[in-house]
């Protein structure tokens, strides 16, 4: 069998229900070559794969999966083959936490400006080690029977418009560009097809972009095509990932989309530029 390798995969170091171990022996399991653990905003969960992925033969792939905004549109940016102890990647992950942290605690603040029963540290404490968002907020809102579900907490309070809602920090695409470049890494845009902006592929190609996402459960047989012709006619690195966020949902996305070992030559090849 041909080596595949599963380039996009969450754990619980962001929003997946998997640690990094469980998913290395997952994929083990499954007969995969390697995999990229791509957390949101996140690279803490690298080196605990690595570990566990030596034990059992796997090769593991530091990336992560940055979150932009241009003005208009939420952009998914992918890092690969990243060096974990960037300085300027650490500095930019501590200030994306920090900002999140800070964004929490101004619409907790807000939310008791408006006489509503809800306090700081029960949302820290919700939150974990995981970056502060409104999930948390509401949740603890329902703990506290201000809600019955989180739906009327988004639509009274937290959502967008919403009295108790704050804006969130972003990165913007060509700050995320940099960061990759100095860690070392190849930055490649995530399921371009469900973000559907591909006049912006050449100005991020201008800007650094090496790579774009082609395999991903999103992307029917068409995006499939579209975005592998594109690749080609830019010369930019075709991958692909299952974007796995563990089996919370009651589906393991795990190795449903994969790539072969050239994909990883053509990563390596594209750092060097
Ligand atoms: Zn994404
Ligand atoms: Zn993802």
Redesign the pocket.
């Known amino acids: 069998m041909e080596d595949l390798y599963d380039l996009h995969i969450h754990t619980t170091f962001s929003d997946g229900d998997m640690s990094p171990t469980q998913v290395v022996e997952a994929a083990c399991e499954l007969g995969l070559a390697g995999i990229a653990i791509a957390d949101h905003d996140e690279v803490a969960g690298v080196d605990e794969a690595v570990e566990a992925g030596k034990l059992c033969g796997l090769r593991v792939i530091p990336a992560a ?1 940055f979150s932009t905004y241009d003005g208009k549109a939420d952009i ?1 940016i992918l890092g690969y083959l990243l060096d974990t102890r960037s300085e300027k990647l650490l500095e930019h992950l501590t200030k994306f936490r920090n900002a999140r942290r800070e964004r929490g605690i101004k619409m907790v603040e807000l939310l008791r400006g408006m006489g509503v029963e809800i306090d700081v540290d029960s949302v820290l404490e919700i939150a974990g080690d995981g970056a502060v968002g409104r999930p948390h907020i509401a949740q603890a809102l329902l703990r506290n029977g201000v809600i019955d579900n989180y739906e009327e907490a988004f639509r009274k309070y937290i959502g967008f418009h919403s009295p108790a809602y704050v804006q969130k920090y972003h990165l913007r695409p060509s700050e995320a560009f940099d960061i990759i470049r100095e860690a070392g890494g190849v930055a490649v845009l ?2 371009p097809g469900t973000l559907r902006r591909d006049d912006l592929i050449p100005g991020f190609v201008a800007a650094g972009m090496r790579g774009i996402e082609v395999h991903h459960p999103k992307h029917d047989r068409h995006a499939v095509d579209h975005y592998k012709q594109m690749a080609e006619k830019l010369g930019l690195v075709a991958t692909g990932g299952s ?1 796995s966020h563990g089996g919370k949902d009651g589906t393991l996305l795990l190795g449903s989309c994969t790539v072969g070992a050239s994909v990883i030559e053509d990563l390596e090849r594209a750092r060097s530029y």
């Open positions: 999966e998914h995530a399921h974007d």
